[in-house]
């Protein structure tokens, strides 16, 4: 009959309390009770490993020993078929996986883009993934079948499995986020030598990985070689620090780009925050590390490793994937967005931002759900007590900031692209107006985003236990104080209203009130900025801008004039003319500008010998700078080709002698009789 032993630590202030507890309840009972009389502290743990060390190789030469002497295989036979079990189990493996990706393969060669890209990762991951479980399967059937549970030896391959497993599904994982091997399937901006150079370092630090955990479970688990194993598993524990640390420090420099492309819209002059974080973002990721090694270590010297290791062990998973999915759904949406139409941009900005704080929210509370605290208990005490309303401000935060990411693409799409307006110097009075919507949309983008914003942190507060009844009161007070001591300002904002609604003017029209002129530049709460054409700025207060005159709507008529000689023939300078607007109404750089073609008026003066030649023509707002341009050019062109004189502008001058000789004739002509 096998001898079972339980052992029982306490540990605490009253552990001598308990103890004896325990001994007088169980006193007539096959038990016995022992305890520590202190805690042990981690330094004379240390001491007390140091001292076994020595004793390590002898418990795990004893250890052969004894399997070889008890029933069943000897360790290297068992490590043998546990390796023929893993090749069986990745040849089934290999055939599946060729056999699903064989279909895919055609596809996946011709995908381009990011969004063609992550659909291919997805598929080889799921594909992958499946392959993944199959071989577990295989491994987890062949120990059953050939090993007794409870052995030893089912204990040695168990060990193996996990082993193999462990290593083997963080190298899919990064396979997926990096797609090292094939960048037809990589969905983030990692060039193929960034995406080889994470994936190396990667391999390096899971194989490293993969034989420590293999040579500590092996120790603690099958050998049980007590203190001297603790210390030889806190020594693995230090090593896999250590190489998490060279890891993160190899990789610095392709993440912190990716960092910079997907958080910075200029990669080439980033934040400083931004900069910050490409650059330091690797001592994060060592310090928890350090703090999971730090308790695991407390834990294997003292004989309680529990769930504090593990809970920092699932959060320092959390925190390397997170980022990296979070980054990956940025780089799709940013691509989706340049390939999709402008009206539904608005959409998609709010369903990926929804998505992106869906999975931040996510990892914060399995985080929580790992450290064994629900955040939606109402049971809590002490400091947790705020963990549930801040998880519901969190979540209030994420839909009002994906509310107004949607909301600010649907807006974006009735406004114009950046590089759409030329803006610049303005040829003369006058300008393009824009759309209606357009003049609106800053406006109504102020509201909607103080309205979303002051809702948002509402909730959340409210969320957090606080009163918003009394806040809500007090804004209210404070709106007719306001109200009360600034008429004028609240006078400007209804009569820009008014303007805006009765669509007086609009961005990018000339326009001319009792305080100013110029272009519209910007419709502001209170007021509105005009760029005169000779570059001065006026910023007139709604309330005080009185009547407008809109240089820029619907069309313009732009009248031009010239002088002939009245020598030349009239007839012939109207067909010229007309000759002319017809070639212009051709010219392909004014192919739509014009409303009424160019055209004479006939003499509509004279001036003094000469004659005074009107001409016109009608186009759209903002356009007529240049054809006005053209049509010069143009007369001046074919009147010089036909022997037509413009008169120019003629000073005469007369001596004193003629002055004197004409009025003498004119008395002569006047005494003389008919």
């Given at each position: 009959?096998?001898?079972?032993?339980?052992?029982?630590?306490?540990?605490?202030?009253?552990?001598?309390?308990?103890?004896?507890?325990?001994?007088?309840?169980?006193?007539?009972?096959?038990?016995?009770?022992?305890?520590?009389?202190?805690?042990?502290?981690?330094?004379?743990?240390?001491?007390?490993?140091?001292?076994?060390?020595?004793?390590?190789?002898?418990?795990?030469?004893?250890?052969?020993?004894?399997?070889?002497?008890?029933?069943?295989?000897?360790?290297?036979?068992?490590?043998?078929?546990?390796?023929?079990?893993?090749?069986?189990?990745?040849?089934?493996?290999?055939?599946?996986?060729?056999?699903?990706?064989?279909?895919?393969?055609?596809?996946?060669?011709?995908?381009?883009?990011?969004?063609?890209?992550?659909?291919?990762?997805?598929?080889?991951?799921?594909?992958?993934?499946?392959?993944?479980?199959i071989f577990y399967a295989m491994c987890a059937i062949g120990l059953n079948v050939l090993f007794?549970?409870?052995?030893?030896?089912?204990?040695?391959?168990?060990?193996?499995?996990?082993?193999?497993?462990?290593?083997?599904?963080?190298?899919?994982?990064?396979?997926?986020?990096?797609?090292?091997?094939?960048?037809?399937?990589?969905?983030?901006?990692?060039?193929?030598?960034?995406?080889?150079?994470v994936m190396r370092s990667a391999l390096f630090l899971i194989v490293f990985f993969g034989m420590?955990?293999?040579?500590?479970?092996?120790?603690?688990?099958?050998?049980?070689?007590?203190?001297?194993?603790?210390?030889?598993?806190?020594?693995?524990?230090?090593?896999?620090?250590?190489?998490?640390?060279?890891?993160?420090?190899?990789?610095?420099?392709?993440?912190?780009?990716?960092?910079?492309?997907?958080?910075?819209?200029?990669?080439?002059?980033?934040?400083?925050?931004?900069?910050?974080?490409?650059?330091?973002?690797?001592?994060?990721?060592?310090?928890?590390?350090?703090?999971?090694?730090?308790?695991?270590?407390?834990?294997?010297?003292?004989?309680?490793?529990?769930?504090?290791?593990?809970?920092?062990?699932?959060?320092?998973?959390?925190?390397?994937?997170?980022?990296?999915?979070?980054?990956?759904?940025?780089?799709?949406?940013?691509?989706?967005?340049?390939?999709?139409?402008?009206?539904?941009?608005?959409?998609?900005?709010?369903?990926?931002?929804?998505?992106?704080?869906?999975?931040?929210?996510?990892?914060?509370?399995?985080?929580?759900?790992?450290?064994?605290?629900?955040?939606?208990?109402?049971d809590l005490v002490g400091a947790k007590r705020i963990l549930p309303g801040l998880v519901s401000?969190?979540?209030?935060?994420?839909?009002?900031?994906?509310?107004?990411?949607?909301?600010?693409?649907?807006?974006?799409?009735?406004?114009?692209?950046?590089?759409?307006?030329?803006?610049?110097?303005?040829?003369?009075?006058?300008?393009?107006?824009?759309?209606?919507?357009?003049?609106?949309?800053?406006?109504?983008?102020?509201?909607?985003?103080?309205?979303?914003?002051?809702?948002?942190?509402?909730?959340?507060?409210?969320?957090?236990?606080?009163?918003?009844?009394?806040?809500?009161?007090?804004?209210?007070?404070?709106?007719?104080?306001?109200?009360?001591?600034?008429?004028?300002?609240?006078?400007?904002?209804?009569?820009?209203?008014?303007?805006?609604?009765?669509?007086?003017?609009?961005?990018?029209?000339?326009?001319?009130?009792?305080?100013?002129?110029?272009?519209?530049?910007?419709?502001?709460?209170?007021?509105?900025?005009?760029?005169?054409?000779?570059?001065?700025?006026?910023?007139?207060?709604?309330?005080?801008?009185?009547?407008?005159?809109?240089?820029?709507?619907?069309?313009?008529?732009?009248?031009?004039?010239?002088?002939?000689?009245?020598?030349?023939?009239?007839?012939?300078?109207?067909?010229?003319?007309?000759?002319?607007?017809?070639?212009?109404?051709?010219?392909?750089?004014?192919?739509?500008?014009?409303?009424?073609?160019?055209?004479?008026?006939?003499?509509?003066?004279?001036?003094?010998?000469?004659?005074?030649?009107?001409?016109?023509?009608?186009?759209?707002?903002?356009?007529?700078?240049?054809?006005?341009?053209?049509?010069?050019?143009?007369?001046?062109?074919?009147?010089?080709?036909?022997?037509?004189?413009?008169?120019?502008?003629?000073?005469?001058?007369?001596?004193?002698?003629?002055?004197?000789?004409?009025?003498?004739?004119?008395?002569?002509?006047?005494?003389?009789?008919?």
């Amino acid at each position: 009959m096998s001898e079972t032993r339980i052992e029982i630590v306490v540990t605490g202030e009253n552990a001598e309390a308990t103890i004896d507890k325990l001994a007088s309840q169980l006193q007539n009972s096959e038990v016995a009770v022992s305890g520590l009389e202190t805690v042990a502290q981690p330094a004379d743990l240390i001491a007390a490993g140091i001292n076994a060390s020595a004793s390590l190789p002898a418990k795990v030469e004893a250890w052969f020993s004894q399997i070889g002497a008890s029933e069943g295989y000897q360790p290297l036979a068992t490590l043998a078929i546990c390796i023929a079990i893993f090749a069986l189990a990745y040849l089934v493996e290999r055939i599946v996986v060729g056999l699903l990706m064989k279909r895919k393969a055609e596809a996946a060669a011709a995908a381009s883009g990011v969004s063609q890209a992550l659909n291919s990762a997805v598929r080889w991951g799921i594909t992958h993934a499946l392959g993944l479980l199959i071989f577990y399967a295989m491994c987890a059937i062949g120990l059953n079948v050939l090993f007794d549970s409870g052995t030893e030896a089912f204990e040695l391959a168990a060990v193996a499995v996990s082993s193999v497993m462990l290593p083997r599904t963080w190298f899919l994982v990064m396979e997926i986020l990096t797609g090292s091997k094939d960048p037809h399937r990589r969905a983030n901006s990692l060039s193929d030598a960034e995406a080889s150079q994470v994936m190396r370092s990667a391999l390096f630090l899971i194989v490293f990985f993969g034989m420590t955990t293999f040579a500590r479970e092996f120790v603690i688990s099958v050998v049980d070689a007590g203190q001297s194993g603790a210390l030889f598993a806190v020594a693995t524990r230090l090593l896999d620090g250590v190489a998490t640390a060279f890891f993160f420090v190899s990789v610095r420099k392709p993440v912190g780009g990716l960092i910079i492309r997907v958080l910075s819209t200029d990669a080439d002059n980033p934040r400083p925050l931004v900069r910050l974080l490409s650059r330091f973002w690797p001592v994060f990721y060592i310090f928890v590390f350090l703090l999971q090694v730090a308790a695991e270590a407390r834990g294997y010297l003292s004989g309680t490793l529990g769930e504090d290791a593990s809970a920092l062990k699932r959060s320092f998973a959390v925190f390397v994937l997170t980022p990296f999915l979070v980054a990956s759904i940025g780089i799709w949406r940013n691509d989706m967005m340049s390939r999709v139409e402008r009206d539904k941009r608005g959409r998609i900005a709010g369903v990926f931002s929804l998505l992106e704080g869906a999975i931040t929210v996510g990892a914060a509370i399995f985080i929580l759900y790992a450290w064994n605290i629900d955040p939606f208990a109402t049971d809590l005490v002490g400091a947790k007590r705020i963990l549930p309303g801040l998880v519901s401000a969190a979540i209030v935060t994420v839909v009002g900031v994906s509310a107004w990411r949607m909301i600010s693409g649907f807006l974006d799409s009735g406004s114009p692209m950046a590089g759409e307006d030329e803006g610049g110097v303005p040829e003369g009075e006058g300008g393009v107006g824009g759309s209606r919507i357009e003049t609106v949309l800053p406006i109504l983008r102020t509201a909607l985003a103080v309205l979303i914003g002051t809702v948002t942190v509402l909730l959340a507060l409210s969320s957090l236990g606080v009163q918003i009844a009394p806040l809500l009161a007090g804004a209210g007070i404070l709106g007719l104080a306001v109200g009360f001591g600034a008429q004028k300002i609240v006078e400007d904002i209804i009569s820009g209203v008014l303007y805006l609604v009765e669509d007086a003017f609009r961005k990018g029209e000339y326009i001319e009130t009792s305080e100013g002129k110029g272009v519209v530049e910007a419709i502001m709460l209170r007021s509105v900025r005009l760029r005169h054409h000779l570059g001065a700025v006026f910023t007139v207060p709604f309330s005080s801008i009185g009547t407008v005159q809109n240089h820029s709507r619907d069309w313009v008529t732009v009248k031009l004039s010239f002088e002939v000689a009245p020598t030349q023939d009239l007839e012939k300078v109207r067909k010229l003319v007309k000759k002319i607007g017809s070639q212009l109404m051709e010219d392909p750089e004014l192919e739509g500008q014009f409303l009424a073609p160019l055209k004479s008026q006939g003499a509509v003066a004279m001036v003094g010998s000469n004659y005074k030649i009107g001409v016109k023509f009608t186009a759209k707002p903002g356009e007529q700078f240049l054809i006005r341009r053209k049509a010069l050019n143009a007369i001046q062109k074919a009147f010089s080709e036909n022997n037509i004189q413009i008169a120019a502008p003629r000073v005469v001058v007369d001596s004193v002698e003629d002055v004197q000789a004409a009025a003498a004739k004119v008395a002569t002509d006047a005494a003389t009789p008919a």
